[in-house]
């Protein structure tokens, strides 16, 4: 029964959840990106949680070789009841980083961040500025990246500091 295994692997998501102590960051959205900073996050010894709606993907995780185990989920982010799942009112949650393919969704993961965890940083990944600015009008843990604007904040500072970025950041 496909219910049933669903509600299987809820149950030993939320067991793999409530077993840590320390702090940690929950990714909604295991894609390219999310699989490159979950890889960072794991690098620095953070424990990451992720939601993800694709089956596979979150199959996947247990074979990235992370440094850490990741637990994972297959659902849909927009429901906060799999981010409490994931542990989200837990106090030891940093952040909620929303980097789906779906603005809107990013958008929805961000609010119900920030209503129902005030101190954890609800971080959006997000191009449009109406959005942008609905997510900086629910306080200061709030944070919208605009990958655009990140890639030509870089581009810029190599091209007028070209020595930073041509020895690996370190100034000449």
Known sequence: NPRFQQALAEWRFMRQVAAINEP????CGAGDTGGLLVRGLTDCGLP???????????????????????????????????????????PRCLAVIALTEDERVNQKISVATALLNPQ????????????????????????????FQTYARFLGASLVEPQIHMDGGHAA
Do not use: C, K, W
């Not at 954890?120 to 605009?146: F, H, K, M």
């Open 48 to 90: 990451v949680v992720v939601i993800d709606r694709d089956p596979e993907r979150i199959e996947d995780l247990p074979m990235r070789n992370y440094a850490r185990p990741v637990a994972g989920l297959a659902a849909d982010a927009r429901n906060p009841t799999h981010l409490v799942e994931a542990g989200l009112t837990r």
């Open 24 to 27: 940690f960051v929950i990714v």
């Open 120 to 147: 954890a940083r609800a971080i959006s990944l997000s191009t449009s500025e109406s959005y942008q600015e609905v997510l900086a009008s629910l306080g200061s843990n709030t944070q919208t990246i605009d990958p």
